[in-house]
């Protein structure tokens, strides 16, 4: 490093006129000194002498010195400023932006997707309310036999429901009264009746179930009347109607159900009349069954920041003929 700095010297020295003038000027004034020491009788106008010719040749550098300075060094921590600004500042604000946008992305398709099981839950929340009015009115009717009070209850269901029936496709009633059974569909077509399983105690149920080879929204409830005890059952399944009626207003609605060979009981076999059996899409392995509303559809963006988002919700439904209370994860 000494002797690049020689050098410099050197070659200022030989390529310059005021290098030389400002070495000559420094040696006058070394040689000055070195009398001024020894002797003390350095005359003054020698000295001012020496500080004329010396401090232009000072200022001289001065000013080339600031510009190198400020040209080769400066630069590079400028430079290193700026880099170390936009790692200091810059990227934990982008940082902080992309996590806000991504946080932002979840929690509205998560809250989506909240709204749909909400909704899901108000709908068997409605087939528990409507038991309940069947088991009270059958608890008011002064039924004469048992066969009279099946047919009173069958007409207010077929007469009460018609207009609803929108508002519940693919409905199934199951009554049992002592041995008798009905079973049929909202529009007063005969259907399989609905077993009651070993694990269900309680009086009333209301939930998601799988069964008959699909998923449901099912709902019971038990009361005694005057010619025997009385239980209702309310199964609505899983179809594209049901999807769009939990999803109007949100968007589209998919529910897929994972089925993993040997970690869980089959699941019974389906009816064949059953409208709306799950089954595997073309394309998909056997041990996936999915459905999805039919006619929701995403209106368009209106900007740039309206995006859609995917949001998903377990259901964990009970399998319905199991003989204790077990969920599919789904």
């Given at each position: 490093m000494?002797?690049?700095i020689?050098?410099?010297?050197r070659?200022e ?6 290098g030389?003038f400002?070495f000559?000027?420094?040696a006058y004034?070394a040689?000055?000194?070195?009398v ?14 020496f500080?004329a010719t010396f ?8 000013v080339?010195?600031v ?8 630069w ?10 936009i790692?200091?500042a810059?990227?934990p ?11 932002a ?8 997707a ?7 839950r ?6 528990r ?14 039924g004469k036999?048992p066969?009279a009070?099946?047919?009173h ?5 077929v007469?009460?429901l018609?207009e ?10 199951t ?10 569909r909202?529009d ?5 009746p609905?077993?009651i399983?070993e ?10 179930v799988?069964?008959?080879?699909q998923?449901?929204?099912r709902a019971s409830?038990q ?10 059952i309310l ?8 999807l769009?009626?939990?999803g109007e ?5 998919g529910v ?9 009981p ?17 394309g998909q ?5 999915n459905?999805s509303?039919?006619s ?21 439904p009970?399998?319905w003929n199991?003989?204790?209370?077990e969920?599919?994860?789904?």
């Amino acid at each position: 490093m000494l002797s690049s700095i020689l050098e410099s010297l050197r070659q200022e020295y030989r390529t310059r006129r005021m290098g030389r003038f400002a070495f000559w000027s420094a040696a006058y004034g070394a040689a000055l000194w070195l009398v001024d020491r020894f002797t003390g009788a350095a005359p003054g106008f020698l000295w001012v002498l020496f500080w004329a010719t010396f401090l232009p040749a000072t200022l001289y550098y001065v000013v080339r010195l600031v510009r190198f300075f400020r040209e080769r060094v400066l630069w590079r921590l400028r430079r290193r400023l700026v880099v170390t600004y936009i790692f200091m500042a810059v990227v934990p604000i982008v940082l902080i932006l992309l996590l806000v946008a991504v946080g932002a992305v979840i929690i509205n398709g998560q809250f989506a997707a909240f709204l749909v099981a909400s909704n899901l839950r108000n709908h068997f929340d409605e087939l528990r309310q409507l038991n309940r009015v069947v088991a009270h009115e059958s608890h008011l009717t002064p039924g004469k036999n048992p066969e009279a009070l099946l047919n009173h209850l069958q007409m207010l269901y077929v007469t009460e429901l018609a207009e609803h029936a929108a508002s519940y496709p693919g409905l199934e009633i199951t009554l049992r009264l002592g041995p008798l059974v009905r079973a049929y569909r909202i529009d007063g077509t005969p259907t399989k009746p609905v077993a009651i399983p070993e694990w269900l105690k309680q009086e009333e149920f209301a939930g998601v179930v799988m069964g008959n080879g699909q998923l449901e929204l099912r709902a019971s409830d038990q009361a005694q009347t005057s010619v025997g005890r009385l239980t209702v059952i309310l199964s609505q399944p899983l179809t594209p109607e049901l999807l769009d009626l939990v999803g109007e207003g949100i968007g589209p609605v998919g529910v897929f159900v994972p089925q993993e060979r040997g970690t869980r009981p089959p699941l019974p076999p389906a009816d064949p009349g059953s409208p709306a059996r799950l089954a595997a899409p073309e394309g998909q392995p056997m041990e996936t069954i999915n459905i999805s509303s039919k006619s929701l559809r995403l209106p368009p963006p209106v900007n740039w920041l309206d995006r859609a988002v995917f949001g998903a919700a377990a259901l964990n439904p009970v399998i319905w003929n199991a003989q204790k209370e077990e969920h599919v994860p789904v």
